[in-house]
């Protein structure tokens, strides 16, 4: 079973940025598609991004897109998400997940394993 551990996370003011990581356990890290997705109060888990096993690709959500980098580094075991710009609707818990299913995308229910989640806080 992998475990998923993301870190980085904090309260940042309006048009700052966070970078946002993800550490992976177990050898097979880069076999898997990797996600982003967040979960604001009172509101469904929402895809934010996500990368191919090898780092090409990258999708995003419209709402983040030209704010938000998703990246990997295979030999690190580590998935990243450079949040810029940030606004107060960018408000969540983020958390990071991993899919074995060939062309997952923005679909929760394709990813098998997630971290625990990290507080994003933005203030006005």
């Known amino acids: 079973q992998v475990q998923l551990v993301e870190s980085g996370g904090g309260l940042v003011q309006a048009g700052g940025s966070l970078r946002l990581s993800c550490a992976a356990s177990?050898?097979?890290?880069?076999?898997?598609?990797m996600g982003w997705f967040r979960q604001a109060p009172g509101k469904e888990r929402e895809f934010v991004a996500r990368?191919?096993?090898?780092?090409?690709?990258?999708h995003y959500a419209d709402s983040v897109n030209g704010r938000f980098t998703i990246s990997r580094d295979n030999a690190k075991n580590t998935v990243y998400l450079q949040m810029n710009s940030l606004k107060p609707e960018d408000r969540a818990v983020y958390y990071c997940a991993y899919s074995g299913k060939v062309g997952a995308v923005g679909r929760a229910k394709d990813y098998d394993n997630w971290g625990h989640g990290n507080q994003v806080t933005v203030s006005s």
């Open positions: 990368i191919r096993c090898n780092g090409g690709n990258p």
């Open positions: 177990g050898p097979t890290f880069s076999l898997h598609i």
